[in-house]
């Protein structure tokens, strides 16, 4: 074998899921993250059923998982820049530990009936905010800790969203059956184990020291906030991937709504064609991670949005046009297949190019750009739509809006330079021998 094939193969295990995973410090990072992650479901079920239980009020029960949508819309991006501001090693550890005291307070207020509605909305609110901070710092810390970055990130993020997707999958069905079998104070302690093991994992890892630019006062901090929505729109491309998630997001966002409706009245599939319409989204995911994530280099990211919609679009067609239950879950799996092939290389993208002082602004901005404020719009959307549309048409005419925004990317002037580009790249490096 010569040289340039030693290079070649070894860059191809440095790049491999295998080569990742034996990375020490990313494995328990990750091993971490499932563990909290998996006490994070725990928790929400729990405290949801507990209060629909208690007030026997629907809304009062949906509160809970909307908080964490409110919180990240109007602090996501607060939070993220005092994140940035903050040693990541410590603030990783405090935020687990925090979050263990608080499900320690509730299971004591549980165990000597002192329990009142607002301590569990208080407890959800600063578990949320916790949140919003240890996620941006993670986001920091992983490019930090890889040995090479540039070639490990993309399977890194892979592993990191299909592992989160898995765990959420497995997560709510074991969630459930542990909510009927043992009581709710006994799911908080075990919630405050995950997030002290998850501490635990983080005490063991080598984070190096990152670097923290920050302007003194309250004007300096709200400039500094804004840095990240700067950043983003400071690349053309970027911007436009925003702006097209965004849009895709707010279509997006009734199908939540919907999915059920459409297994109940179209299918007549009733709660387990729901559940097993809501099993392939996430088997989707968790293909689609997978897939970008090996590939992630191969294409520019106008070329991953254009494959993104054109596939999720043409499932969400497919599905009304024939409606049978087996035909939907295969689109079903292809719609989150096809949204989830752009997640990893746009994160690659941004982590790479972000100085690593302004990741977590960086990152949760684009969170609140592209979700954080469409996802809760379109859902209001999708409460409209239900009282006035057969949900056969409002899929097919979502379908038909994404493929549109797909083909529409072809004309968009920093999408088709960005295609164009990574042509040429690709087309140079292949006759140079790279």
């Known amino acids: 074998m010569n040289q340039k094939e030693t290079n070649n193969t070894n860059k191809t295990r ?17 091993v971490g993250r499932l563990v909290s992650g998996a006490g994070q479901i ?93 996620n941006p710092a993670t986001q920091t810390v992983i490019p930090a800790i890889l040995p090479k970055p540039t070639e490990q990130l993309a399977p890194a993020n892979a592993l990191l969203n299909s592992s989160s997707k898995t765990i959420e999958l497995l997560g709510y069905a074991v969630g459930g059956i542990l909510i009927s079998l043992i009581s709710v104070q006994s799911i908080l302690f075990i919630y405050a184990i995950t997030f002290l093991l998850s501490a635990l994992s983080i005490a063991f890892i080598r984070i190096p020291i990152t670097k923290v630019v920050k302007q003194k006062g ?25 702006i097209f998630g965004a849009i895709i997001n707010f279509a997006g966002a009734p199908l939540h709504i919907f999915t059920p409706i ?32 090996k590939y992630a280099k191969r294409l520019s990211l106008a070329h991953w949005f254009l494959i993104s919609y054109l596939i999720s679009g043409a499932s969400l ?13 295969a689109c079903s799996f292809l719609l989150m297949l096809g949204l989830a092939l752009v997640n990893v290389p746009l994160i690659t993208s941004i982590l790479l190019s972000t100085p690593e002082e302004k990741r977590g602004r960086v990152m949760n901005s684009m969170g609140v750009l592209m979700s954080g404020i469409s996802n809760p719009l379109g859902l209001l959307l999708g409460g409209w739509l239900i009282e006035t549309y057969n949900p056969s048409w409002v899929y097919m005419g979502i ?27 690709s087309a140079t490096a292949v006759s140079s021998g790279t």
């Not at 529409?408 to 960005?418: G, Q, T």
């Open 14 to 30: 440095e790049d491999s899921y295998l080569a990742v995973l034996r990375i020490p410090s990313f494995t328990v990072l990750l």
């Open 42 to 134: 725990l928790f929400s079920m729990a405290t949801m059923w507990y209060i629909l239980q208690l007030t026997e009020s629907a809304l009062a029960a949906a509160l809970i998982p909307m908080l964490p949508y409110l919180i990240y819309a109007f602090l996501g991006i607060p939070l993220a820049t005092i994140s940035d501001r903050l040693p990541k090693k410590k603030l990783l550890i405090w935020t687990d530990i925090w979050r263990a005291v608080i499900a320690c307070i509730l299971a004591i207020l549980f165990l000597t009936d002192a329990m009142l509605p607002w301590h569990i909305y208080a407890a959800n609110l600063l578990i949320a905010i916790l949140g919003f901070m240890f």
């Open 317 to 329: 067609l497919f599905m009304p046009v024939f409606p049978n239950l087996y035909i939907a879950i």
């Open 399 to 425: 379908g038909m809006f994404v493929v549109f925004m797909g083909m529409a990317s072809l004309f968009v002037r920093p999408f088709r330079e960005d295609r164009v580009g990574h042509t040429s790249r």
């Open 218 to 242: 309250f004007s300096g901090f709200v400039k500094d906030s804004m840095q990240g929505i700067t950043f983003l729109f400071s690349s053309k491309i970027l911007a436009c991937c925003i």
């Open 262 to 293: 459409f297994a109940n009245m179209v299918l007549e599939a009733g709660p387990q064609g729901y559940g097993l319409l809501q099993s392939a989204f996430a088997a989707g995911s968790v293909v689609g991670s997978l897939l970008s994530g």
